[in-house]
């Protein structure tokens, strides 16, 4: 199945999973997002962190996407980059 295909009949589902796990505005970006993509593509997901977001959320964000469409993995790009950041803020 195509990411766009499973993004249209789950966007709500989406952003239930990030919200619940302390982020926010979910939004696709690459090949979904510009109308190219195949059933072998990925699904790219940004989302925004809050205060709240752990490693442990996003880790559990982008399990919990891949239990819903199984064969489409997510990327969190720009969370896992702010994170490695607020990490070596925090001297981790």
Do not use: C, Y
Request: aromatic share 2%; glycine share 4%; charged share 25%.
């Amino acid at each position: 199945m195509k990411p766009s295909v499973a993004l249209a009949s789950n966007s709500a589902a989406i952003r239930q999973i990030v919200e619940s796990h302390h982020a926010k505005n979910a939004r696709v970006f690459g090949s979904v997002l510009n109308g190219q993509d195949t059933e072998s593509s990925d699904l790219d997901i940004l989302i925004d962190p809050t205060p709240e977001t752990t490693l442990m959320d996003v880790a559990t964000i982008q399990v919990d996407l891949e239990i819903v469409w199984k064969t489409i993995q997510a990327d969190l790009p720009e969370l896992h980059t702010q994170l490695t950041e607020m990490n070596r803020d925090l001297g981790r």
